[in-house]
């Protein structure tokens, strides 16, 4: 007979709140209320032993020409949890969002050194800023560049945050069915069928159109507004969805906090200072496309209120 140990954290538990606060779908996108439920745990545990990863970020919002605010502070977060547990990072963007992606690296590390609240100094380790490389522009180099950097990493996790993915008729899109081609070179070749790839894919979204989200199209599209035009058809092996990508990669990174017992993840005061480095460095919001503190329509306060609660149920677990 099996019996429990008085106090031991009920682990499945905790990491089922994770996902459900970060599926809060506060811009009604459709995608966190109609994927099935129970995504993040097989997700989190597949991925807690990864040693070389991958992660590929950034989302260009044509009216303003600049990438976005979700995806970059959601990426490092990743990359600085694979770090602690002992993997090489490296992160994978595009001339919009690159930037972006360099000056969350450096709050983030710059943050947690000086914050008194990061559960431990180990969350200040993420990817340097020179682990960080850049898509060409063109289709064709593009695809060419991912095939060289697959072959030359050689990765066992390629983990996809808030980045377009080509839809079935080969364009990529914004979730009001713009064509983002010219914009968002295409990282779809890392997501290959999983016989001619070496390495599992895992990805992160809010709304059908990024890059892996295929795996949900059946049971999903219909839910999503343009659903049918706009969804990825590129299939993860580990899908994870929420209300707002950096929302998702900052469960990810508390569940695999919880399963390995490392606190993997920075505060909440870490978090929105990244947030406000991003902003600083040009991103905008991915809803509105206005240069304004905040996250798909959320002032940073609204936004960092969802992150506060998972730091918190995390904290239950260590």
């Known amino acids: 007979m099996t019996v429990a140990l008085t106090g031991a954290p009920d682990k499945s538990g905790l990491i089922l709140r994770l996902e459900a606060a970060a599926r809060r779908d506060p811009g009604g996108r ?26 590929v970020t950034g989302f260009c ?68 800023e020179g682990h960080i490389r850049t898509l060409p522009d063109g289709e064709a180099e593009a695809r060419d560049a991912c095939r060289l950097l697959a072959a030359e990493f050689k990765p066992d996790l390629v983990l996809a945050v808030e980045r377009p993915g080509s839809a079935a008729d080969g364009h ?26 070496g390495w599992t894919t895992a990805a992160i979204g809010d709304g059908g159109n990024e890059l892996g989200m295929g795996s949900l199209k059946k049971n999903c599209a219909k839910a999503v507004p343009l659903g049918s035009l ?23 990174a508390g569940a695999l906090s ?15 200072a990244v947030l406000s480095a991003v902003h600083a460095a040009g991103a905008v919001d991915g809803c509105s496309g206005e240069h304004s503190l905040s996250v798909d329509g959320l002032p940073a306060d609204d936004y960092g209120e969802v992150l506060r609660e998972m730091y918190t149920i995390v904290l239950e677990s260590l």
């Open 230 to 252: 706009i969804f990825c058809e590129a299939l993860a092996d580990y899908p994870i969805v929420s209300g707002i990508s950096n929302w998702g990669a900052y469960a990810l």
């Open 30 to 55: 459709g995608l966190a209320s109609s994927a099935p439920l129970g995504l993040l745990e097989p997700a989190a545990r597949a991925l807690l032993r990864a040693r070389r990863v991958i992660v």
């Open 61 to 128: 919002v044509r009216s303003a020409m600049a990438g976005e605010s979700d995806g970059p502070p959601g990426a490092t977060a990743l990359a600085a949890a694979f770090s602690t547990l002992g993997a090489e990072t490296l992160l994978l963007s595009d001339r919009h969002s690159s930037a972006l992606v360099a000056a969350a690296c450096a709050a983030r590390e710059e943050s947690c050194r000086k914050d008194a609240n990061a559960l431990t100094s180990h969350a200040a380790h993420g990817a340097a």
């Open 258 to 272: 919880i399963l390995s017992g490392w606190p993997l993840i920075a505060s909440v005061e870490t978090e929105l």
């Open 172 to 197: 990529r899109y914004s979730m009001r069915g713009s064509m983002l081609d010219d914009i968002a070179p295409p990282a779809d070749e890392l997501f290959t069928a999983s016989a001619q790839r």
